[in-house]
């Protein structure tokens, strides 16, 4: 499956964007799905998942209710909606995908290239 993460761009700390991460080449309904974030200098890391049956997993520490994952299967698009935005968020937004059924910890293993959101203060 290839990955197209999009929607990412300058905001004010208090607004919204809606990341969309749109899959090509399988149905993502045979897929569990995440997003995560690359802040300059730091490593990647978890921000939220949804499991192909529509079971969904935050990062609670820096989510903090902020944020929500949804998927429409029949559109083969996932999606991050990110409200009261903090300088914090600041990062490159990575989705990806992995088959679903693994064992809950498998890496994922397909990822999309990435779509970078700034908060100013």
């Known amino acids: 499956v290839q990955l197209q993460a999009s929607g990412g761009g300058l905001v004010q700390a208090g607004g919204s964007l809606r990341l969309s991460c749109a899959a090509s080449?399988?149905?993502?309904?045979?897929?569990?799905m995440g997003w995560f974030r690359q802040s300059p200098g730091k490593e990647r890391k978890f921000v939220a998942s949804i499991k192909w049956s529509g079971g969904k997993t935050y990062d609670v520490d820096s989510v903090k209710g902020r944020f929500t994952v949804s998927r429409d299967n029949t559109k083969n698009m996932l999606y991050l909606q990110m409200n009261r935005l903090e300088p914090e968020d600041t990062a490159v937004y990575f989705c990806?995908?992995?088959?679903?059924?693994?064992?809950?910890?498998?890496?994922?293993?397909?990822w999309g290239q990435g779509t970078l959101v700034t908060v100013s203060s």
């Open positions: 990806a995908a992995r088959p679903r059924g693994v064992v809950a910890g498998t890496p994922y293993n397909y």
């Open positions: 080449g399988r149905t993502i309904s045979s897929y569990d």
